[in-house]
């Protein structure tokens, strides 16, 4: 099915809970197609009104993702470029959650509330403030090379990530762990904080308007986002310390690899023009970035 | 003595290497007095060439500061504003240390390392690439009420906080937890990314152009950052996650107090549009600050 621009539109399907060594592919797109993927929002539209209420997350049953999406011709040792062109959403409302034993202050935290916010204008609205629309996709990855891994939980293949840095205009780079890579995506918001610290931004769906590209033998430990301004590289670990090691090391390896940098150069340029940045501190692993202006680092690949 | 431009100039004294309740003041200023603060680097100048070395953090003995400067009339339940109006490095170079031990990759380390490197016309040159200088502050805080926290160790009182915003143009507004405030500064960095990962920034002397107001009866549990954009409270713990908890928490006391917001929907606003960012993760303990843009939290006190 194409969408109105001659995009192939990918949408419905079996709703994907895990990424997994073994997903099977619901679709199969060429490197470069344009495509349009139709996420659905993370608790598969259940809550619709302020008292629809979330009041514990069912590790199986949230952030359902639209996928596989398999690319003709990659295989382990690749990587994905996930282009996002543009992210819009269709709907003029969205939700916030508070959900007990969730979140950052989970321990002020008795019972659950929802909160529901119009959407006009590229704006959502909340009480007497007027926020605008930055949407980001919060959940995307590929199959990993072996584990389960439920769609609330980020990993190295990318996953739950929540990271606001996933919106229009980023390319974000994927591992290729299995034949097609396997791509799936969802838990949209429409506007979040660095640090998603309630648990939940303003969920809504989205159409995402997407090209997936091929880099051959690009291997990658773990995501990569590449903006206009930057490399941000992103690990989730147990502890946001631990994050931070796994992002800084692989900032390290790509300007030794890609910038001829002996590793304890390396290591002072990261403290001196490398950012840690927070992504999410609430999902069962941490997710941090390690981000550096590319002027600093042109590429991520050593020169051919 | 006072600078070419009629301010009181601030340098000297004893150095100071604790920050404690029986502080007593080197200086007193009055309330928006112009002052020239001049910090001496870090390591109290013995890093002059590549061949010195830092073998090991001397938690007596390193970030030595400038002060205390009491600021009259201030007493316990106030708090201090350091209005930061110009920041210049007086100095052609500046050092960048890998010290073992220390620093966030301190498993791949297993000796010091040292690299000084040239700074003229604004920029910082490492290796081919140019840096633009950003210098910020360190170390910078007021007396606590209690206890002994090195220059090295962050805490409620300010401290090692090693956040880059603590840089010209920013209001850093801190608790008055003694008579005069005893306000003390150092451990200057000419550049630094969020993070600090290797454990120092570009190390420099600064000169700093500033003023002090007193905001009577301003309690606060912790530094605030006011900058031109934006409100960042800043937290140091044990842990990154326990840090990113005291510095929402007071975000949404901000939001309740200063706003009229419910806690709830502090809580849900916060994780709408904060940003938790990381300070430093290699001091003893680690600093994060959770920012929010001022047309969402116009001031941080109850309206009048």
């Keep these: 099915m194409a969408g109105a621009d001659g995009r192939r539109t990918i949408e419905g399907g079996e709703i994907l809970y895990a990424f997994h060594p073994d997903l099977a592919a619901q679709w199969t797109v060429r490197p470069g197609e344009p495509i349009l993927v139709r996420c659905p929002d993370g608790v598969g539209g259940v809550i619709r009104d302020p008292g629809d209420r979330y009041h514990a997350v069912d590790y199986d049953r949230v952030n359902g993702c639209v996928g596989p999406i398999a690319v003709e011709g990659a295989e382990p040792g690749d990587r994905l470029v996930f282009a996002i062109e543009d992210i819009t959403v269709p709907q003029a409302w969205g939700y916030v959650l508070v959900i007990p034993k969730f979140g950052l202050l989970q321990s002020h935290v008795d019972e659950a509330a929802t909160r529901i916010v119009p959407i006009a204008d590229g704006r959502v609205r909340f009480g007497g403030l007027s926020i605008p629309l930055d949407p980001c996709i919060g959940t995307i990855g590929t199959a990993p090379a072996a584990g389960r891994f439920s769609t609330v939980i980020p990993h190295d293949h990318g996953g739950n990530m929540d990271t ?50 091929l880099v051959k033998g690009g291997r990658l430990p773990r995501p990569v986002i590449e903006t206009a301004d930057d490399w941000q590289f992103v690990a989730s670990a147990d502890t946001l310390e631990a994050a931070c090691r796994l992002a800084t090391e692989d900032l390290i390896d790509a300007l030794v690899r890609a910038a001829g940098l002996s590793w304890t150069d390396g290591y002072m340029l990261a403290s001196l023009v490398g950012d840690l940045r927070i992504s999410q501190v609430v999902d069962p692993l941490m997710t941090v970035r390690m981000c550096i202006a590319r002027r600093y680092l042109p590429a991520i690949d050593a020169p051919a």
């Excluded at 780079?173 to 918001?189: C, E, I, Q, S």
């Design 164 to 213: 606001t840095a996933i919106r229009k205009g980023a390319r974000v780079h994927f591992p290729v762990n299995r034949p097609g890579g396997m791509l799936a995506l969802g838990d949209p918001k429409a506007v979040m904080g660095d640090g998603e610290v309630c648990g939940t931004g303003v969920g809504v769906p989205i159409d995402v308007a997407a090209r997936i590209s």
